[in-house]
Each structure stands twice: as structure tokens, then as C-alpha cells.
């Protein structure tokens, strides 16, 4: 008993785990803030032709409204950039929540905390997260391709693309899984309590 416990608390404490603990803090963070730095940069480019080295025209669309052939507007006011800005914040602030919970679990892991009610708490959270970012996604296309649409064809008509592709089956998929995994979390969290109470 007491060296398989040895052997836990130095995989738990040793270099490479707390590199990888510090690889998924840094990482996710870094992966988030890019994101929804470009997707609100996004809005600023939206109706401005760009023109880099004319032999590349860009033109910048979400790529939910890319793939349905919706093209941007010629201009667009800056309310409805607001708009746009507000629909981004959408899948944003699932992504923040989601990152902020991977935060909490790294934290809990430096500290050298595996089982405890703060891991549990995140991985539930983690899961949650990843089916808020499922749920988002769909309103985000059905905002997205609404809004475009509708400036595009001069405020008179309008056209919601709604789609499910691999990305968000499989957002489903790990979300479901933290929160099983959370569940066996749990489990373990309540057997180290019996055996430290019991010893």
C-alpha cells in the first residue's frame, strides 16, 4: 500500500506532468483569446475591400456563411457590426466558460489535487461547457447567415443556414465524455476519502 501510494504522488508530482498541466493552461488560453480576437476583428473587416498585393482580394465571411455561398455586404453600418460583434460573443462566451473550468482542473493538478470536489467540479464544467459550444454554434450559424444575407440582398430578403457538421458531433461527443468522466471523478474522489478516513 504505502508504494503504490508513492508511486501515484510522483507521477502526480513529477516534471512532466506539471509540463503538461502548464502545456494545457498556456495552451488553452492562448487558443481562446486568438479565437475571439480574430472573430470580433472580423466584423471591422467585413464590407472593406482589402487588397494585399493585388493579386490576393480577401474577402472576410464567417466560414458557416462561406460554405451556405453568402457574401458579404458591399458596406455595412456600424450598428449592424455591433450585431455582428454580439453574435460572435455567442460562441465566445461558451468557449470563455469552457476554458475557464480547464483553467480550475490545471490549477487543482499543480497543486497536486487528482481527486478532490474542485477537479470534479471542472470536468463537469468542461463538459457543459463543450455542449454550450454545440448549442452556440447552431444559433451562431442561423445569426450569421441571417444577418449577412439580409444586408447583402439590400434588407430585403434573408436566407438561415443551419447545419451539423464533424466539428460539432464531436463537440458532443467530448462533452458527454468529461462529463462521465467527472462522474468516475467523483467515485474516485469519495473511495480516497473512505480510505484516508478509514487508515
Known sequence: MPHSFALQRSSVHSTAFRRLAWGLLVASWACALVSIGLSLARWAAIGHA?????????????????????????????AWRWLGVALECIPGLALLYTVLCVHRICRAFLRGEVFGPEVVRGFRGVGWGFLAMFVASLVYQVGVSALLSWLASGQKAGMVVLGVSSFEMSVVVVGLMMLLLAHVLAEGSRLKAESDAFV
Open 50 to 78: 482589402m487588397d494585399w498585393g493585388r493579386w490576393l482580394p480577401v474577402t472576410v465571411v464567417p466560414a458557416q456563411a462561406m460554405v451556405a455561398g453568402v457574401v458579404a455586404p458591399a458596406t455595412m453600418d456600424t
